[in-house]
T-cell receptor, first 114, second 112 residues
Framework: AQKITQTQPGMFVQEKEAVTLDCTYD???????LFWYKQPSSGEMIFLIY??????QNATEGRYSLNFQKARKSANLVISASQLGDSAMYFC???????????FGTGTRLTIIP | AAGVIQSPRHLIKEKRETATLKCYPI?????VYWYQQGPGQDPQFLIS???????DKGSIPDRFSAQQFSDYHSELNMSSLELGDSALYFC???????????FGPGTRLTVT
């Protein structure tokens, strides 16, 4: 199975600090995509950021950036200047190109402290 | 911008009953995915459709079936419901050539 590992079940971060959420993945494929989703307590799944395995530059979307280290098979999410509204569950996920179902990690619950 | 619509948002059923969940993808999205998220779990892929044809199948029980219609909306039919079917059911959509899947708000199914 193509496993996604998120080793931090929970994190507490002071407001306005940067935070890094870890994600590592198994793969024997050359072509794949990596994603981060945010799930607030209300339950919806919000797409944050995407990185393709062939992308040479790390993806960025506003305050979100993805620290992609292909050789180490890691795709950590960095949130800059954290806000109270960032408190949520964060899931790392991947797809294989040509088989686009998402496989999720177990998630990290992030709590931002005022 | 239009988002994925799911109905109903909440559903309470008794054991052995049937349920139908509906999903309306973002306009011009041709691919629909269904995921099941149990309490405290990560979402698990159930089934997907591309251009009204089943494109992939995951850990979907035989009691469940799904289809995508000519207007691209999709329905997940669940029969002989069990307590373990209680979960949040997500539909996600995407368009050909894009990899980002956009999720609907989910249908919370409670089986009593």
């Amino acid at each position: 199975a193509q496993k996604i590992t998120q080793t931090q079940p929970g994190m507490f971060v002071q407001e306005k600090e940067a935070v890094t959420l870890d994600c590592t993945y198994d793969t024997s494929d050359q072509s794949y995509g990596l994603f981060w989703y945010k799930q607030p307590s209300s339950g919806e799944m919000i797409f944050l950021i995407y990185q393709g395995s062939y992308d040479e530059q790390n993806a960025t979307e506003g305050r979100y950036s993805l620290n992609f280290q292909k050789a180490r098979k890691s795709a950590n999410l960095v949130i800059s200047a954290s806000q109270l509204g960032d408190s949520a569950m964060y899931f790392c996920a991947r797809t294989n190109f040509g088989n686009e179902k998402l496989t999720f990690g177990t998630g990290t619950r992030l709590t931002i402290i005022p | 911008a239009a988002g994925v619509i799911q109905s109903p948002r909440h559903l309470i059923k008794e054991k052995r009953e049937t349920a139908t969940l509906k999903c309306y993808p973002i306009p011009r999205h041709d691919t629909v995915y269904w995921y099941q998220q149990g309490p405290g779990q990560d979402p698990q892929f159930l089934i997907s459709f591309y251009e009204k044809m089943q494109s992939d199948k995951g850990s979907i029980p035989d009691r469940f079936s799904a289809q995508q219609f000519s207007d691209y909306h999709s329905e997940l039919n669940m029969s002989s419901l069990e307590l373990g079917d209680s979960a949040l059911y997500f539909c996600a959509s995407t368009s050909g050539g894009h990899y980002e899947q956009y999720f609907g708000p989910g249908t919370r199914l409670t089986v009593t």
